[in-house]
Protein backbone atom coordinates (compact mmCIF):
# COMPACT_ATOMS: atom_id res chain seq x y z
CA UNK A 1 0.00 0.00 0.00
CA UNK A 2 1.09 3.33 -0.78
CA UNK A 3 0.12 6.23 2.00
CA UNK A 4 0.75 9.81 1.52
CA UNK A 5 0.17 11.33 4.38
CA UNK A 6 -0.26 15.21 5.03
CA UNK A 7 2.55 15.94 1.91
CA UNK A 8 3.66 19.60 1.15
CA UNK A 9 6.46 20.48 -0.90
CA UNK A 10 7.31 23.89 -1.60
CA UNK A 11 9.44 25.74 -3.86
CA UNK A 12 10.64 29.44 -2.67
CA UNK A 13 7.64 30.64 -1.64
CA UNK A 14 5.22 28.42 -4.24
CA UNK A 15 3.16 25.50 -2.87
CA UNK A 16 3.30 22.70 -5.49
CA UNK A 17 1.74 20.15 -3.19
CA UNK A 18 -0.37 21.41 -0.34
CA UNK A 19 -1.40 19.29 2.64
CA UNK A 20 -2.01 15.84 0.28
CA UNK A 21 -2.84 12.89 1.84
CA UNK A 22 -4.75 9.74 0.32
CA UNK A 23 -3.85 5.86 -0.07
CA UNK A 24 -3.29 3.80 -3.06
CA UNK A 25 -4.79 -0.29 -2.04
CA UNK A 26 -3.27 -3.74 -3.37
CA UNK A 27 -5.35 -5.22 -5.67
CA UNK A 28 -6.31 -1.86 -7.31
CA UNK A 29 -5.48 0.57 -9.88
CA UNK A 30 -5.33 4.23 -8.39
CA UNK A 31 -5.46 6.74 -10.91
CA UNK A 32 -4.13 9.81 -9.95
CA UNK A 33 -5.63 13.02 -12.24
CA UNK A 34 -5.06 16.46 -12.52
CA UNK A 35 -4.27 18.99 -15.27
CA UNK A 36 -0.79 20.05 -15.98
CA UNK A 37 1.21 21.57 -13.10
CA UNK A 38 -1.57 20.31 -10.43
CA UNK A 39 1.53 18.51 -8.65
CA UNK A 40 0.97 14.96 -9.82
CA UNK A 41 4.71 15.02 -10.74
CA UNK A 42 6.18 16.36 -7.93
CA UNK A 43 3.99 13.77 -5.87
CA UNK A 44 5.47 10.93 -7.20
CA UNK A 45 8.95 12.14 -6.93
CA UNK A 46 8.59 12.52 -3.36
CA UNK A 47 6.87 9.02 -3.00
CA UNK A 48 10.18 7.54 -4.82
CA UNK A 49 12.56 9.56 -2.92
CA UNK A 50 13.87 12.00 -5.80
CA UNK A 51 12.22 15.36 -4.40
CA UNK A 52 12.36 15.61 -0.39
CA UNK A 53 8.89 16.81 1.49
CA UNK A 54 8.80 20.35 2.82
CA UNK A 55 6.42 18.42 5.55
CA UNK A 56 4.67 15.38 6.19
CA UNK A 57 5.19 11.73 4.33
CA UNK A 58 4.86 9.18 1.41
CA UNK A 59 5.47 5.80 2.33
CA UNK A 60 5.76 2.40 0.95
CA UNK A 61 4.07 -0.38 3.22
CA UNK A 62 4.86 2.46 6.12
CA UNK A 63 8.75 2.36 4.63
CA UNK A 64 10.08 5.83 3.23
CA UNK A 65 11.40 4.35 -0.73
CA UNK A 66 15.17 5.71 0.50
CA UNK A 67 14.95 3.33 3.48
CA UNK A 68 13.84 0.15 1.17
CA UNK A 69 17.14 -2.00 0.79
CA UNK A 70 16.40 -3.09 -2.91
CA UNK A 71 13.95 -0.82 -4.02
CA UNK A 72 13.91 -2.08 -7.57
CA UNK A 73 11.99 -5.37 -5.52
CA UNK A 74 9.88 -3.92 -4.45
CA UNK A 75 8.57 -0.62 -6.46
CA UNK A 76 8.55 -0.70 -9.79
CA UNK A 77 9.00 3.05 -11.11
CA UNK A 78 8.37 4.73 -14.24
CA UNK A 79 8.39 8.58 -14.09
CA UNK A 80 9.63 9.63 -17.34
CA UNK A 81 10.32 7.40 -20.17
CA UNK A 82 12.68 9.42 -22.07
CA UNK A 83 14.77 10.23 -19.28
CA UNK A 84 16.41 6.58 -20.46
CA UNK A 85 19.59 6.30 -21.67
CA UNK A 86 19.43 7.53 -25.37
CA UNK A 87 22.61 5.75 -26.67
CA UNK A 88 21.98 2.14 -25.10
CA UNK A 89 19.92 -0.59 -26.47
CA UNK A 90 16.54 -1.16 -24.92
CA UNK A 91 18.33 -4.48 -24.18
CA UNK A 92 21.17 -2.84 -22.52
CA UNK A 93 18.95 -0.99 -20.35
CA UNK A 94 17.03 -4.25 -18.54
CA UNK A 95 20.17 -6.06 -18.57
CA UNK A 96 22.01 -3.16 -16.53
CA UNK A 97 18.92 -2.88 -14.34
CA UNK A 98 18.68 -6.68 -14.09
CA UNK A 99 22.19 -6.57 -12.98
CA UNK A 100 21.87 -3.76 -10.61
CA UNK A 101 18.82 -5.74 -8.58
CA UNK A 102 20.72 -8.83 -8.56
CA UNK A 103 18.27 -10.66 -10.96
CA UNK A 104 18.83 -13.18 -13.56
CA UNK A 105 19.37 -12.17 -16.84
CA UNK A 106 16.40 -14.71 -18.60
CA UNK A 107 14.06 -12.16 -16.85
CA UNK A 108 15.36 -9.54 -19.46
CA UNK A 109 14.03 -11.56 -22.36
CA UNK A 110 10.62 -12.41 -20.18
CA UNK A 111 10.18 -8.44 -19.71
CA UNK A 112 10.81 -7.81 -23.56
CA UNK A 113 7.89 -10.28 -24.14
CA UNK A 114 6.02 -8.91 -21.92
CA UNK A 115 6.10 -5.31 -23.44
CA UNK A 116 5.71 -6.67 -27.34
CA UNK A 117 9.48 -5.47 -28.15
CA UNK A 118 10.72 -7.52 -30.77
CA UNK A 119 14.52 -8.93 -30.37
CA UNK A 120 15.38 -6.54 -33.11
CA UNK A 121 13.71 -3.48 -31.72
CA UNK A 122 15.41 -4.40 -28.75
CA UNK A 123 19.03 -4.07 -29.98
CA UNK A 124 17.71 -0.40 -31.69
CA UNK A 125 19.20 2.22 -29.33
CA UNK A 126 17.01 4.42 -27.30
CA UNK A 127 17.75 7.18 -29.46
CA UNK A 128 15.52 5.69 -32.12
CA UNK A 129 12.64 4.54 -30.07
CA UNK A 130 9.06 5.89 -30.64
CA UNK A 131 7.53 6.95 -27.50
CA UNK A 132 5.52 4.62 -27.37
CA UNK A 133 8.26 2.26 -27.71
CA UNK A 134 9.86 4.45 -24.74
CA UNK A 135 7.19 3.67 -22.59
CA UNK A 136 6.80 -0.22 -22.61
CA UNK A 137 10.66 -0.31 -22.03
CA UNK A 138 10.17 2.10 -18.67
CA UNK A 139 7.13 -0.62 -18.12
CA UNK A 140 9.11 -3.39 -18.54
CA UNK A 141 12.00 -1.94 -16.56
CA UNK A 142 9.65 -1.05 -13.93
CA UNK A 143 7.94 -4.48 -13.82
CA UNK A 144 12.03 -5.90 -13.85
CA UNK A 145 11.67 -7.15 -10.33
CA UNK A 146 8.74 -8.27 -9.85
CA UNK A 147 7.49 -5.63 -7.63
CA UNK A 148 4.41 -5.41 -5.61
CA UNK A 149 3.95 -1.87 -6.09
CA UNK A 150 4.30 0.33 -9.51
CA UNK A 151 4.42 3.79 -9.11
CA UNK A 152 3.70 5.20 -13.30
CA UNK A 153 3.90 9.10 -14.05
CA UNK A 154 1.40 9.69 -17.52
CA UNK A 155 2.22 5.87 -18.80
CA UNK A 156 -0.08 5.60 -21.46
CA UNK A 157 1.72 9.25 -23.05
CA UNK A 158 2.40 8.35 -26.92
CA UNK A 159 0.62 5.34 -27.19
CA UNK A 160 -1.68 4.40 -29.03
CA UNK A 161 -5.27 3.13 -28.46
CA UNK A 162 -4.00 -0.55 -29.01
CA UNK A 163 -1.10 0.35 -26.92
CA UNK A 164 -2.99 1.99 -24.24
CA UNK A 165 -6.03 -1.23 -24.19
CA UNK A 166 -2.10 -3.48 -23.71
CA UNK A 167 -1.41 -0.96 -20.79
CA UNK A 168 -4.78 -1.36 -19.50
CA UNK A 169 -4.62 -5.21 -19.54
CA UNK A 170 -1.60 -5.44 -18.11
CA UNK A 171 -1.63 -3.20 -14.99
CA UNK A 172 -5.60 -5.28 -14.72
CA UNK A 173 -3.47 -8.30 -14.21
CA UNK A 174 -1.07 -6.76 -12.06
CA UNK A 175 -3.76 -5.82 -10.03
CA UNK A 176 -5.66 -8.64 -9.70
CA UNK A 177 -2.28 -10.52 -8.39
CA UNK A 178 -2.71 -8.17 -5.44
CA UNK A 179 -0.47 -5.86 -6.95
CA UNK A 180 -0.84 -1.69 -5.76
CA UNK A 181 -0.83 0.63 -9.18
CA UNK A 182 -0.51 4.16 -8.71
CA UNK A 183 -0.42 5.95 -12.39
CA UNK A 184 -1.68 9.77 -12.59
CA UNK A 185 -2.53 11.35 -15.97
CA UNK A 186 -4.11 14.97 -17.19
CA UNK A 187 -6.73 13.39 -19.21
CA UNK A 188 -10.20 12.26 -17.32
CA UNK A 189 -11.19 9.67 -19.92
CA UNK A 190 -7.45 7.99 -20.06
CA UNK A 191 -7.96 6.97 -16.45
CA UNK A 192 -11.73 6.24 -16.13
CA UNK A 193 -11.32 3.14 -18.58
CA UNK A 194 -8.30 1.81 -15.95
CA UNK A 195 -8.76 3.20 -12.29
CA UNK A 196 -10.78 1.46 -9.74
CA UNK A 197 -9.91 4.35 -7.39
CA UNK A 198 -9.26 8.20 -8.43
CA UNK A 199 -7.74 10.63 -6.13
CA UNK A 200 -7.63 14.00 -7.95
CA UNK A 201 -5.44 16.97 -7.46
CA UNK A 202 -5.54 20.66 -8.37
CA UNK A 203 -3.46 23.34 -7.47
CA UNK A 204 -1.96 20.81 -5.60
CA UNK A 205 -4.37 20.20 -3.56
CA UNK A 206 -6.87 16.60 -3.39
CA UNK A 207 -10.10 18.05 -4.43
CA UNK A 208 -11.45 14.57 -4.34
CA UNK A 209 -11.18 10.92 -4.04
CA UNK A 210 -13.20 7.81 -3.96
CA UNK A 211 -13.87 5.16 -5.96
CA UNK A 212 -14.85 5.23 -9.79
CA UNK A 213 -18.01 4.64 -9.08
CA UNK A 214 -18.77 6.95 -6.41
CA UNK A 215 -17.20 10.05 -8.32
CA UNK A 216 -18.84 8.81 -11.64
CA UNK A 217 -22.16 8.45 -9.42
CA UNK A 218 -25.25 9.16 -11.56
CA UNK A 219 -25.15 13.08 -11.14
CA UNK A 220 -29.08 13.23 -11.98
CA UNK A 221 -30.37 13.31 -15.62
CA UNK A 222 -29.04 15.45 -18.98
CA UNK A 223 -31.39 15.63 -21.40
CA UNK A 224 -30.79 17.29 -25.30
CA UNK A 225 -33.59 19.38 -27.66
CA UNK A 226 -33.56 21.46 -30.01
CA UNK A 227 -34.55 23.91 -27.94
CA UNK A 228 -32.86 23.49 -24.65
CA UNK A 229 -34.27 26.51 -23.46
CA UNK A 230 -37.44 25.45 -24.55
CA UNK A 231 -37.16 22.86 -22.43
CA UNK A 232 -35.29 24.08 -18.92
CA UNK A 233 -38.46 26.58 -19.48
CA UNK A 234 -41.12 23.50 -19.56
CA UNK A 235 -38.89 21.70 -16.73
CA UNK A 236 -39.45 24.87 -14.38
CA UNK A 237 -43.44 25.03 -15.50
CA UNK A 238 -43.73 21.44 -14.16
CA UNK A 239 -41.49 22.61 -10.85
CA UNK A 240 -37.95 20.72 -11.70
CA UNK A 241 -35.22 23.06 -11.59
CA UNK A 242 -32.33 22.37 -14.20
CA UNK A 243 -29.68 24.17 -15.36
CA UNK A 244 -28.31 25.12 -18.94
CA UNK A 245 -25.14 23.76 -19.47
CA UNK A 246 -22.30 25.23 -21.58
CA UNK A 247 -22.82 22.47 -24.14
CA UNK A 248 -26.23 22.59 -24.60
CA UNK A 249 -27.27 20.18 -22.25
CA UNK A 250 -30.09 20.45 -20.01
CA UNK A 251 -29.24 18.43 -16.56
CA UNK A 252 -31.26 18.47 -13.66
CA UNK A 253 -31.58 15.89 -10.67
CA UNK A 254 -35.51 14.74 -11.34
CA UNK A 255 -34.95 11.22 -13.22
CA UNK A 256 -35.47 10.33 -16.91
CA UNK A 257 -38.43 9.36 -16.64
CA UNK A 258 -39.77 12.29 -14.95
CA UNK A 259 -37.71 14.75 -17.80
CA UNK A 260 -39.02 12.75 -20.69
CA UNK A 261 -43.00 13.40 -19.28
CA UNK A 262 -42.47 16.89 -18.88
CA UNK A 263 -40.93 17.12 -22.55
CA UNK A 264 -44.07 14.92 -23.65
CA UNK A 265 -46.77 17.34 -22.08
CA UNK A 266 -45.06 20.22 -23.30
CA UNK A 267 -44.85 18.50 -27.33
CA UNK A 268 -40.86 18.88 -27.18
CA UNK A 269 -38.60 16.17 -28.67
CA UNK A 270 -36.07 15.13 -27.00
CA UNK A 271 -32.67 14.35 -29.16
CA UNK A 272 -30.98 12.67 -25.81
CA UNK A 273 -32.04 11.68 -22.71
CA UNK A 274 -29.69 10.02 -19.95
CA UNK A 275 -28.21 9.70 -16.42
CA UNK A 276 -25.80 12.22 -16.26
CA UNK A 277 -23.04 9.49 -15.32
CA UNK A 278 -20.05 11.50 -14.76
CA UNK A 279 -20.89 14.71 -15.57
CA UNK A 280 -20.45 16.09 -12.22
CA UNK A 281 -16.62 14.67 -12.29
CA UNK A 282 -16.44 15.84 -15.39
CA UNK A 283 -17.71 19.36 -15.23
CA UNK A 284 -15.25 19.35 -11.81
CA UNK A 285 -12.02 18.15 -14.02
CA UNK A 286 -13.22 21.09 -16.80
CA UNK A 287 -13.44 23.35 -14.10
CA UNK A 288 -10.11 22.76 -12.74
CA UNK A 289 -8.36 22.65 -16.12
CA UNK A 290 -9.86 25.96 -16.76
CA UNK A 291 -8.72 27.56 -13.74
CA UNK A 292 -5.14 26.22 -13.77
CA UNK A 293 -4.83 27.02 -18.00
CA UNK A 294 -2.30 29.80 -18.51
CA UNK A 295 -3.37 32.97 -20.58
CA UNK A 296 -3.72 32.63 -24.11
CA UNK A 297 -3.88 28.73 -23.70
CA UNK A 298 -7.54 28.90 -22.67
CA UNK A 299 -8.12 31.36 -25.74
N1 LIG B 1 11.98 22.15 -9.11
C1 LIG B 1 10.97 23.01 -9.15
N2 LIG B 1 11.12 24.31 -8.88
C2 LIG B 1 10.09 25.18 -8.91
N3 LIG B 1 8.83 24.84 -9.23
C3 LIG B 1 8.60 23.55 -9.50
C4 LIG B 1 9.62 22.57 -9.49
N4 LIG B 1 9.07 21.36 -9.81
C5 LIG B 1 7.76 21.60 -10.02
N5 LIG B 1 7.46 22.91 -9.84
C6 LIG B 1 6.14 23.53 -9.97
O1 LIG B 1 5.22 22.81 -9.20
C7 LIG B 1 3.96 22.73 -9.85
C8 LIG B 1 3.52 21.29 -9.94
O2 LIG B 1 4.31 20.63 -10.92
P1 LIG B 1 4.17 19.08 -11.25
O3 LIG B 1 5.21 18.76 -12.26
O4 LIG B 1 4.17 18.32 -9.99
O5 LIG B 1 2.73 19.03 -11.89
P2 LIG B 1 2.01 17.85 -12.68
O6 LIG B 1 0.66 17.73 -12.06
O7 LIG B 1 2.86 16.66 -12.73
O8 LIG B 1 1.84 18.47 -14.12
P3 LIG B 1 2.01 17.83 -15.61
O9 LIG B 1 0.71 17.11 -15.89
O10 LIG B 1 2.15 19.07 -16.44
O11 LIG B 1 3.21 16.96 -15.57
C9 LIG B 1 4.12 23.42 -11.19
O12 LIG B 1 3.61 24.73 -11.10
C10 LIG B 1 5.62 23.43 -11.40
O13 LIG B 1 6.01 24.53 -12.16
Same mark, same amino acid.
Given at each position: ?10 ? *? /????? &? ?17 ? /? ?11 ? =? ?6 ? $? ?36 ? +? *?? &? @? ?37 ? +???? =??? &? ?5 ? &? ?7 ? *?? +???? #? ?9 ? /? ?6 ? =???? +? ?36 ? #??? $? ?14 ? /? ?16 ? *? ?6 ? #??? !???? =? ?6 ? @?????? !?????
Amino acid at each position: MITVDSLTRRY *A /GFTAV &DNVSFTAQPGRVTGFLGPN /GAGKSTTMRVMVG =LTAPTSGS $ATIDGVRFADLPNPGLEVGVLLDASAQHAGRTGREILT +I *AA &D @TMGLPRKRVDEMLELVSLTPSESRRRVRNYSLGMRQRLG +IGTA =LLG &DPRVLIL &DEPANGLDP *AG +IRWM #RDLLRGYANQG /GTVLLSSH =LLHE +IEVIADDLVVIGNGKIVASGTKEELLAAAGTLARASSP #RDL $AHALEQAGVPSTLAGD /GSVRTDADPARVGAVALA *AGIALTEL #RSA !EGAG =LEDMFLAL @TAETQR !EGVAA
